[in-house]
């Protein structure tokens, strides 16, 4: 803990605090931590003649700095309370502060800090502002990786330009992406480096290659197929091969189209299939090997822009069972 700065002889701290302004400037430093200019405007003085008050309590080492920025805060150190001198003079402090009304100005000073903050999100939003995702979504899925049991290793099958990845990288320590087309992968690349994912393995390959299984080793936690299915030839045994990337007890999050019958996609977006049965997804699960197997719809606001905005998604999830333990007597 900090300790009050020695002094040559004990009448100097007496000496030091019989000026009733640095009196005044500790009271108000105690109460709370404040920027010499809001001390200055407490006490009624320039910041200059605040600043020569202050310097000599700093190296007594009653006052505490930091800096923020372009401003220096103020507070008393929590060490000076030890001292019984400093004590006394904190009282008297205090009662001159509330005669002359600064002590309780801090409210109103403190409350000032955020005027242009609230100024500033109390402007009306514009009628035709889009309603875009959050920039800052990586940083919240951050957040709440902490609440994920299992967060070692995530697949994302089928990355595309891996726009999943800001959503796995910041939630799993680490993440293996692939995509059988080399132009997809140098997209998803771009966004590795630009958003400084360290965490990322990035590879060209089908789903069931032998590179990506030895990659896996053990199984991923999770594996994520997003919008792959219907670009599958075969989707019950690609379903197969990404059962195969799971650990026991780990999670299959699957997402795709409902069944639709839009043919312009088959053109726009090269689809085999046009979307799937809940229920169907759900067998080709079971035929897996995963146990759990629920396929939901998603909310349709969730997904309103695109080529493919007016279709409905359905997610299924799925776990693969936990090993069972043999007991023997």
């Known amino acids: 803990m900090t300790q009050v700065a020695p002094l040559d002889a004990r009448w100097q701290l007496y000496r030091l605090l019989s000026d009733p302004f640095r009196l005044r400037l500790l009271a108000l430093a105690a ?18 003649n605040l600043s020569r008050h202050a310097a000599p309590l700093r190296q007594a080492g009653l006052l505490a700095e ?5 401003r220096t805060l103020v507070r008393l150190d929590a060490a000076a309370k030890n001292d019984p001198v400093v004590c006394d003079a ?32 109390a402007r009306p939003p514009r009628a035709d ?36 990845l800001d959503v796995l990288a910041p939630a799993f320590d680490r993440v293996i992406a692939l995509d059988r087309s080399a132009a997809q992968l140098a997209r998803a690349e771009r966004r590795v480096q630009a958003r400084g994912y360290d965490n990322v393995e990035l590879y060209s390959a089908e789903i069931g290659d032998k590179t990506v299984r030895n990659a896996v080793g053990a199984g991923a936690d999770v594996v994520v197929a997003a919008r792959v299915l219907h670009h ?11 059962a195969a ?3 026991p007890g780990g999670h299959l999050l699957l997402l795709d189209y409902a069944r639709h019958a839009d043919e312009a996609l088959r053109d726009a977006q090269a689809d085999v299939w046009m979307g799937f049965d809940p229920r169907e997804l759900e067998d080709f699960a079971r035929g897996a090997g995963l146990e759990g197997a629920r ?17 409905s998604w359905l997610l299924l999830s799925a776990t693969r069972p936990a090993e069972k333990t043999n ?3």
Request: hydrophobic share 40%; glycine share 10%.
């Open 31 to 48: 109460e709370e931590e404040l920027a010499l200019g809001e001390l200055a405007d407490l006490l009624g003085e320039s910041q200059p």
């Open 66 to 70: 930091r800096r923020q920025g372009t």
């Open 90 to 121: 904190l009282a008297a402090g205090r009662a001159l502060c509330e005669k002359d009304g600064s002590l309780a100005r801090i409210v109103t000073i403190v409350r000032a800090r955020d005027q242009k903050t609230r100024e500033f999100f």
């Open 129 to 164: 502002e889009p309603l875009v995702l959050a920039p800052e979504l990586p940083v919240y899925i951050a957040a709440l990786a902490s609440l994920l049991d299992q967060h070692g290793l995530a697949v994302d099958a089928g990355t595309g330009d891996g726009a999943l």
């Open 232 to 242: 599958a030839p075969l989707p019950r045994e690609t379903l197969k091969a990404l």
């Open 245 to 247: 990337l799971l650990r």
């Open 295 to 311: 396929a939901r719809d998603l909310p349709r606001g969730l997904f309103q822009n695109g080529v493919d905005g007016h279709l």
């Open 327 to 329: 007991h023997s007597r």
